[in-house]
Structures are given as C-alpha cells and as structure tokens.
C-alpha cells in the first residue's frame, strides 16, 4: 500500500518569512494529494490539492508543487501569519482507495 | 447540511467497558472512515468503508470493530476498551473513486481509566 513521509516534523519560521513543507509518497499509481491544516483541538480540513496531471497550483499565500517523477510534492506558504500556526498533513490517494496521511508538520510562525 | 456530526464529543471509560462512537454524514459520500490520533501523533486510519456493505482494516485495527450501517453511517465499537485506546477519534467521508475531499467530523476526546 501507499506510504507517505513528510518533512520536517516541526517548523518555526519568523512572521512574514516562507514555510515549506516536503511529502514523498511511494505508490506511482496515486494521482490525489491533497493538504489539511488541523489547528489545536479542531478537525483538519483541507487548505489545497492537487491532482497528477498539474505541476502547480497556487490560491493566496499557499501553492502546491508536484512532481511525479521523483514521487514528492510541497506545500509552500509565502507571507506566514500567526494564524498559519498549525499541524499540516499532506496524503497521497491511488485512485478509488482510502486516504493515506504523512506523520504531519507542526507549524510555528514567531511574532 | 451538517457535514460529518459525531457523538459523543467527549468520553471517560473504565478499563473493560464497551461503548460505540456514532458517525453520520449527509453529503451522500460513498466512503467513510474511522482515524485515531493520539497526543502529536498523525492520523492513523484504523478502519474504512469503500461503499454500503463494505468495510476494511487499516494500519490499527485491532480492538475495534465497525458497521456500516447504511449509506450515511458508520459506527465504531470497542469491546473492551483499554489504556492504550485513549485517543482523540475522527471520522471522515468522501466520496471513493472520484478522491475529493475528505470531510472530518469534531473528533471524540476518549480517555480510558
């Protein structure tokens, strides 16, 4: 089945620096990934995602890069803002099968 | 629309007792899902169900069993609970085969005794 590893574990960066966070999965056949941002004692809910015949795709401070020839794919936050504080997860879906989720990114933005 | 509505939102048990988590979802998604995460852990899926009449194990699940009771729920039972399942629960839907977004519920705080 499906395996995804994320980096880093933890981040902290300065308000108003760039975050990145990198994801490898391993099955070719998964063609989903999308990304969940879970703020302290709330469900996770979906910022973006991207699907395997685009490279990119970005909305505001956020963007999604691809790249499915070495099987990994970022999340990438421009500007951070306190509120971007939060656990992201990244998951990589072969068609038609269940959701496999990476160890998460806990996200600190320093005032 | 509600989304994924679970109960109960918090749960104390002691060690040996039995108790179901109820999951519903009215977005009419085929699959649903039951995940655990404990204190700064992932989201380890512990059973799904592809569509009505079908459920599978996934990374944890033993100590639990579930039944998909119809196209709109999907409960979670434990047995007999014990320290080591206490948890923070979620469930989640979305729709199999098309992979759009997954939908979670609030979450069941569990804490076993």
């Known amino acids: 089945g499906e395996n995804v590893e994320q980096h880093p574990s933890t981040l902290s960066v300065q308000e108003g620096d760039s975050a990145v966070i990198k994801c490898t999965y391993s099955?070719?056949?998964?063609?989903?990934f999308p990304w969940y941002k879970q703020e302290l004692g709330k469900r996770p809910q979906l910022i973006i995602d991207i699907r395997s015949n685009v490279g990119e795709k970005k909305d505001q401070r956020i963007a999604v890069t691809l790249n499915k020839t070495a099987k990994h794919f970022s999340l990438h936050i421009t500007e951070t803002q306190p509120e971007d504080s939060a656990v992201y997860f990244c998951a990589a879906i072969p068609e038609g099968q269940n959701f496999v989720f990476g160890p998460g990114t806990r996200l600190s933005v320093l005032p | 629309n509600a989304g994924v509505t679970q109960t109960p939102k918090f749960q104390v048990l002691k060690t040996g007792q039995s108790m179901t988590l109820q999951c519903a979802q009215d977005?009419?998604?085929?699959?649903m899902y039951w995940y655990r995460q404990d204190p700064g852990m992932g989201l380890r899926l512990i059973y799904y169900?592809?569509?009505?009449?079908?459920?599978d194990k996934g990374e944890v699940p033993n100590g639990y069993n579930v039944s998909r009771l119809n196209k709109r729920e999907f409960s979670l039972r434990l047995e007999s609970a014990a320290p080591s399942q206490t948890s923070v629960y979620f469930c989640?839907?979305?729709?199999?085969?098309?992979?759009?977004?997954?939908?979670f519920g609030q979450g069941t705080r569990l804490t076993v005794v």
């Open positions: 989640a839907s979305s729709n199999y085969g098309v992979n759009t977004e997954a939908f």
């Open positions: 099955d070719s056949a998964s063609n989903y």
């Open positions: 977005m009419n998604h085929n699959s």
């Open positions: 169900s592809a569509s009505e009449g079908t459920t």
